[in-house]
């Protein structure tokens, strides 16, 4: 018989586990053991301070599971043998349940490994000859005998437990509400008092698990998605990420519990990823072509039209000059090349890719023309700047560096735009300051959502604190613009002072590439605005909610984020819209 190689998880977040510790549980016949560490695949271990979990970059570790798991598929593919495989570790429940998910498809059989506080290690296999021989693991079921299928649309809580204690509802209905999901129903599998996972029931367990979950999707047809709630040991997790059946569910969320709440942490399909994959069908091809054609539209308008009274006067005669000449030297692709964007200055050449013009392929053809028109704007003024494609490599480390840049980037191309369409309305046109300039801001907000989409879907769940700070800035310049500005020089005045929109303090943690990520706000989390040099704070109040703040932003909520900023507007509108008192 041949013996098998042994491919060996551990998920070494929490503390590690050496090899020397479990071999003695393995079975003894074996070609060849291969450890597969987390911390090999980018995951950093969670530190602590004070006793307490610092934030935990949760992607970043989901993002080394996946990595290691793709590299021992292709090594064992590679060796042709049979293989066992076994899973061990020290890392948080949401962890365990993903490394399960990630395996159920293809690593079997499996035997999880499990130490416990006491030293004492547990060998528990997925699959074996015990089932149905120990009796039910889970005794007490409630939430899928609904008297038929319910009509709820929010996600189910799912609450699994070995522990013996029924579900905190208060604890699940938060999380839920705090990420900005209803609540479908609470289905219940637990233990009516504490029972250990071992030898004896753990494929009972495994199997039963994979019988309820199966249910769920029948027992709420409506529901949007699922959201898991462990309590219990790590080889619990596991076996409820592996029981799931992804198919059924549109959106798996999984929650993570420190004492008193629970915070919804990782979530099914990855956000991070692109959701609509770029595809190189013919006619998509043609799609992309025809966005290429209307953004060259705006292009070559904004370059005929603009003039130097149009932009901002710090640029200076001279800097307007050279700008204008700039703008002129670009030579235009005449396809789509490569996946993003490039502009090569000193060789006037720029290119537009694919996944550029993906990105914008929902928007109307007006929209794609604008948004071409501030991004070109805005890309040649980083020249101005000095950013340029011999510089640019990894500036956006640089978190507050970038930020400066793309504020004055930003501020150049609105004003510029608007500006020269104030010049080209109706001499009478009263409003064409307030109207134009909200066009042009709104196109800036079209074009960064146009982004976000595409990367991220219809919800930016890897929300970094730098691009919330930059909705922020633009949204509230938003409801400045809505209000009566009169002039040009009213629209370079609002534009052209420095603005910083910031909520704080917020948890979370920070990724792999040193980028905060927003988590969630605190009871003491504020929002902050500073003008010129001039500091406004709001506390939390009926209008300023920073959760609902961070929510609507994930999910593009312009209309409740320009509830807020009319609000904040209004509290100080002699600070944010001078000119309406000037007109009075």
């Not at 709630?229 to 997790?237: E, H, R």
């Not at 409003?431 to 079209?446: F, H, I, K, Q, Y």
Request: charged content about 25%.
């Amino acid at each position: 018989m041949e013996h098998p190689t042994q491919i060996l998880f551990i998920l070494n977040v929490d503390g590690d586990v050496s090899e020397s510790e479990v071999l003695p549980l393995l079975t003894p016949n074996r070609y060849e053991l291969l450890p597969f560490r987390l911390s090999d695949f980018g995951a950093v271990a969670v530190l602590r301070e004070g006793g307490k979990r610092l934030p935990v970059d949760w992607d970043g570790h989901a993002d080394a599971i996946e990595r290691m798991i793709s590299v021992a598929r292709d090594k064992n593919r590679e060796l042709g043998r049979p293989a066992e495989f076994y899973a061990t570790g020290l890392a948080p429940l949401p962890l365990f349940a993903h490394l399960g998910c990630e395996l159920s498809a293809w690593a079997a059989p499996l035997v999880l490994l499990n130490r416990r506080k006491a030293e004492q290690w547990d060998v528990l296999p997925l699959v074996g000859s015990e089932v149905g021989k120990s009796g039910q693991v889970f005794d007490v079921m409630e939430g899928l005998s609904t008297g038929g299928p319910a009509v709820g649309t929010g996600h189910v809580a799912l609450f699994v437990s070995t522990i013996g204690q029924p579900a905190p509802q208060d604890a699940i209905r938060t999380a839920l509400r705090e990420d900005g999901k209803g609540l479908a129903g609470v289905v219940e599998i637990r233990t009516s008092s504490l029972r250990y996972l071992d030898s004896t029931n753990s494929a009972n367990a495994s199997e039963q698990l994979t019988m309820f979950l199966s249910q769920i999707a029948g027992a709420y047809p409506h529901a949007a998605g699922v959201a898991v709630f462990i309590a219990g040991p790590a080889p619990l997790a596991h076996i409820v990420g592996r029981a799931i059946n992804p198919n059924q569910f549109a959106e798996i969320l999984f929650a993570y519990y420190e004492a008193p709440r629970y915070e919804i942490v990782l979530r099914r399909p990855r956000p991070g990823r692109r959701v609509r994959p770029i595809s190189m069908e013919q006619s998509d091809k043609l799609v992309r072509t025809s966005v290429l054609e209307e953004m060259k539209k705006g292009i070559e308008d904004i370059r005929v039209t603009v003039q130097a009274e149009d932009l901002p006067e710090f640029m200076g005669s001279e800097g307007k000059s050279q700008f204008l000449n700039n703008l002129q030297r670009v030579a235009l692709p005449s396809c789509p090349e490569g996946e993003s964007f490039e502009l090569h200055m000193l060789q006037g050449r720029m290119i537009l890719g694919h996944g550029l013009l993906e990105a914008l392929r929902d928007c109307s053809l007006e929209s794609v023309r604008r948004i071409a028109a501030l991004f070109f704007l805005h890309e040649v003024y980083h020249f101005d700047q000095n950013l340029q494609s011999t510089n640019y490599l990894n500036i956006g480390r640089a978190g507050v560096v970038l930020e400066e840049l793309d504020f004055w980037a930003d501020a150049v191309a609105v004003c510029a735009m608007t500006r020269r369409d104030i010049r080209l309305s109706q001499p009478d046109d009263r409003d064409a300051a307030s109207r134009c300039l909200s066009t042009n801001v709104e196109g800036v907000l079209s074009g960064i959502e146009a982004f976000d989409r595409f990367e991220h879907g219809d919800r930016i769940d890897r929300l970094a604190e730098r691009r919330l700070r930059r909705y922020l800035i633009w949204h509230l310049q938003l409801a400045r613009a809505r209000t009566r500005l009169g002039t040009g020089e009213e629209v370079q005045r609002m534009l052209t002072e420095r603005l910083i929109v910031e909520l704080a303090p917020l948890v979370g943690p920070v990724d792999v590439r040193s980028e905060k990520i927003v988590s969630r706000p605190l009871p003491t989390t504020e929002l902050y605005v500073v003008l010129g040099k001039r500091l406004f704070r709001f506390p939390p109040n009926a209008y300023v909610d920073p959760g609902v703040i961070i929510e609507s932003v994930r999910s593009f909520a312009r209309e409740t984020l320009a509830s807020t900023m009319d609000y904040v507007v209004g509290q100080h509108g002699q600070d944010f819209a001078p000119w309406v008192l000037k007109t009075r």
